[in-house]
């Protein structure tokens, strides 16, 4: 069960901001959409081209889901990533799931292992914080937990 956020109507020009400022320059990414649609985004989705990503994927396209609701005193965010390919998940989440483990917390499930952690941002401001995952996603992440069985 998760704790759902306390805030309103997710701030479609917050997601307008996080495709500009952030989806769009990642060079792995081929599409990024709202979801229903621009108008009344409540999330956006990036599809990441399997072929651009290191180390490589099957040939299904991996998805990043981002859903932020801004809030007071801090938001409400949660960002997956999912690869149809290996059934791999790694998740972002400051949403009140798991207060044991602080404000914000990772987690991430293959296969055969899964594990979640309390964390913290590097940054506040939403397009930076956005950044820091997705360039944890790529350099970290992948590499060190999808893989960890050897599964490349």
Not at 25 to 34: D, E, G, L, N
Not at 111 to 117: G, L, N
């Amino acid at each position: 069960m998760s704790v759902p956020h306390s805030g309103g109507n997710p701030n479609a020009n917050l997601y307008a901001q996080l495709k500009r400022d952030v989806l769009d320059r990642v060079p792995q990414i081929s599409a990024v959409t709202y979801v229903p649609d621009e108008i009344e985004a409540k999330q956006l989705r990036a599809t990441f081209d399997p072929a651009r990503l290191d180390p490589p994927t099957g040939p299904k396209s991996p998805e990043l889901t981002i859903k932020w609701y801004r809030q007071d005193p801090t938001d409400w965010i949660r960002i997956n990533y999912t690869d149809p390919n290996t059934g791999f998940h790694a998740g972002w989440h400051q949403d009140g799931d798991h207060p044991e483990l602080g404000e914000a917390h990772f987690q991430y499930s293959t296969t055969e292992t899964e594990d979640r952690w309390g964390i913290t941002f590097e940054h506040e401001t939403p397009s930076l914080m956005l950044w820091e995952i997705v360039e944890t996603l790529l350099a970290d992440v992948r590499p060190t937990y999808q893989y960890e069985t050897g599964d490349a």
